[in-house]
């Protein structure tokens, strides 16, 4: 008789997540929760079930792009995959991005918007990459205030109807560079019929989106960040014509390959200035606030998805005699990443918990100190994580992880993009300098990290208590010794942002284990947070000789 090895299978994302049910049953009021169990679980079996299924099945289908019509005009349609089309269905019905604005569990809305997408995303093939930009328009346009282009565009970014909803851009890199959006050479003219935009946009994520904001330099401005604006640019006019926009070719990337990543020539693009006509990037950075936490949580779905197919996978291969389930060096090897995931998961929703505050206008001043540091520690470290998890896990699959059509590699190619999108671990690291040089930022931190700690009292989480107390205070010494030297200070700048990220994530872990532990949700997250403090959590290296640095880059 032949042999055919099972597939990995999933069950309902929701009942199935065992982090999940404790964090929620300590962060939302019972009433709350109870309310959104029938939500959270619906969402959960489509995301283990009628959509991962039709993932698999989808797999082929990427993006295409048809510039020319049959008679020659220019047309420039970019057809989706058949999943993407339903998701944008789902994603507005569902209220994907609008839970968020409709404010109806006021500071805890954003928890409740992020365990929605947490439980189907991973099923969605990076739909939510334009949910992660539209939400961060919409965040934008309402903080910078214009009114005009709020009462335009708002109810079409949080609509809950899919005839109506719209879905938005992010249009910030050029051939100049990526991160140093300073260089950015798009031109913004005023005309008769309004501002115009001419240049080319070298990475647009979601280019099948109804509207943009944008960085262009109006006629005139001097050079650098001051002198951009941000604009809003509608896609289409009202016959459905491109508005002045032509897309020269989709990019052809590692993964993420069902987003319509686009090279775009702005030819006299009409747009709209947002809020003035300079500081173009300050006012960009609410959009970023945003996406970067979409970026975070993306990573613990990523981290969940994959460690959930491997946890199933184990209990079905059998190899030398038994199942992977039963020996003990793979699941070793499983339960290490598993304690990464825990501690992603807990960083990445303490992000979501700020920004919620944040938005509900009941963050502290210290909070908001917190978040401003958090987002992008939490961006950062878990973007390290998820590379690290899905890598894992591919191996862990053995050959069958490496074949494309049984869906595993894409997990870990799709994964890859995630310390790079909304900034790459170095640029976020200067960016965390950057919110520790405001008064009162490390200080919020380290009562932060010093609170979560004080909440532990269990023996057998002393050794993790003492770890993050440690790496806390090296922490502290080296960043004082090495504001003295500004070299020294962005040299290391990588190693002390993932130290205070992944010591944030041994306290929030220490401190979920505690109340597990003493609201009969077991032990599981306590051995999760003594493994994870066995990874290491102070990566901060003795002084470096910075002769050794340039002789070995």
Partial sequence: MSFFQDPPRLGNQYDDDALLQSYLARTLPEDLR???????????????DYFYRFQLRDRLNEPELTQWDAWGQRVDHIEVSPLWKEAESLAARRGLVATAYEQKNAELSRVHQFILNYLVQASLDVYSCPLAMTDGAARSLLTLGNTALIDRALPHLTSRDPATAWTSGQWMTERTGGSDVGLTQTVARQTPEGWRLSGTKWFTSATTAQMALTLARPEGNGPGGKGLALFYVETRDAAGRLNGIQINRLKDK????????????????????????????????????VTRTWNAVGSAWAMRRALALARDYAQRRVQFGAKLADKPLHMDTLAGLEAEFQAGFLLAFRAVELLGRMEAKAATEQELLLQRLVTPLAKLTTGRQVVHVTSEVTEAFGGAGYVEDTGIPRIQADAQVLSIWEGTTNVLSLDTLRALAKEGALEAFFHEVEGRLGQTRDAGLRPCVDAAQGALEHARAWVAGAMEDPATLEAGARRFSLTLGRTLELALLCAHAQWCLDHGHGPRSKAAARRFASHGVDLIQPAASLEDVRLLA
């Avoid at 109870?34 to 939500?39: G, Q």
């Avoid at 030819?267 to 960009?284: E, H, K, Q, S």
Wanted: proline letters at 4%; glycine letters at 14%; charged letters at 25%.
């Fill in 34 to 48: 109870r309310a959104l169990t029938d939500e959270f679980r619906e969402l959960g079996e489509l995301g283990g």
């Fill in 254 to 289: 590692l993964g993420t390959r069902k987003v319509p990543t686009a090279e775009l020539t702005l030819d006299g693009a009409l747009a709209i200035p947002v809020a003035g006509l300079t500081d173009g990037i300050r006012n960009m950075a609410w959009m970023l606030n």
